[in-house]
Nanobody
């Protein structure tokens, strides 16, 4: 059973950077699209970035040019590098594994990112 664990959240000032990590156990990246989602207080969960099984990258318009998603197959880890952070980036960030064969998505428990001065 695939398990995901996020880390790297915290408090950062506007304009700062953070790197989130998602450690994935029992996973083969070629069989999953891996994504980062976020949910701000009072708002619905939204897609931030996804790295497809074949390596294609997609980003929400709100983070294009500031966030970068990547993966390391050797360590089974997915990263989200976040630069030029804004207060509106404050949210709980979740790692997601979407299986290509139509099975159930797997979610991590989330990591809180707070952007504030």
């Amino acid at each position: 059973q695939v398990q995901l664990m996020e880390s790297g959240g915290g408090l950062v000032q506007p304009g700062g950077s953070l790197r989130l990590s998602c450690a994935a156990s029992r996973i083969i990246f070629s069989m999953y699209d891996m994504g980062w989602y976020r949910q701000a207080p009072g708002k619905e969960r939204e897609l931030v970035a996804v790295i497809r099984s074949g390596g294609t990258l997609n980003y929400a318009d709100s983070v294009k040019g500031r966030f970068t998603i990547s993966r390391d197959s050797a360590s089974n880890t997915v990263y989200l590098q976040m630069n030029s952070l804004k207060s509106e980036d404050t949210a709980v960030y979740y790692c997601n594994a979407h299986p290509l064969w139509g099975g159930m998505d797997v979610w991590g428990k989330g990591t809180l990112v707070t952007v504030s001065s």
